[in-house]
Nanobody, 115 residues
Framework: QVQLVESGGGLVQPGGSLRLSCAAS????????MGWYRQAPGKQRDLVAT???????NYADSVKGRFTISRDNAKNTVYLQMNSLKPEDTAIYFC?????????WGQGTQVTVSS
C-alpha cells in the first residue's frame, strides 16, 4: 500500500505561481497512475490533472495552459506546477495514486489565491 504526502501549498496573490509536491512511499511508484484533485469549500472533489505510469497527461479544461503535472520516478514524487493562479483555484489539493482499481489519497494541502 502506498502512502502519499503533499506539500507546497500556501497563500499566493492572483497571477502568482506555486509548485505542489506529492511524495510516495510504501509501493512501486513507477507502476502507479498519479493525479491531482482539488476540493473547494462546499463543493465536490474535482480532477485537476493526471499522469499515467507511461507519462501521458490529462488536464481539466479550467487549468489547461496554466498547470503542468510531472513525475520523477527516481524520487517517488509527482509535481503540480501552477502558474497564473486565480482566486477560483483556491481549494485543498489532494494527491491520488491508482493501481489495478485501488485508489490511495494523501491528506491534502491548502492553496489560497487572494490579494
Amino acid at each position: 500500500q502506498v502512502q502519499l504526502v503533499e506539500s507546497g501549498g500556501g497563500l499566493v496573490q492572483p497571477g502568482g505561481s506555486l509548485r505542489l509536491s506529492c511524495a510516495a512511499s510504501g509501493g512501486s511508484f513507477r507502476l502507479y497512475d498519479m493525479g491531482w484533485y482539488r476540493q473547494a469549500p462546499g463543493k465536490q472533489r474535482d480532477l485537476v490533472a493526471t499522469i499515467t505510469r507511461s507519462g501521458n497527461t490529462n488536464y481539466a479544461d479550467s487549468v489547461k495552459g496554466r498547470f503542468t503535472i510531472s513525475r520523477d520516478n527516481a524520487k517517488n514524487t509527482v509535481y503540480l506546477q501552477m502558474n497564473s493562479l486565480k482566486p477560483e483555484d483556491t481549494a485543498i489539493y489532494f494527491c491520488n495514486a491508482g493501481l489495478y482499481g485501488n485508489l490511495y489519497w494523501g491528506q491534502g494541502t491548502q492553496v489560497t489565491v487572494s490579494s
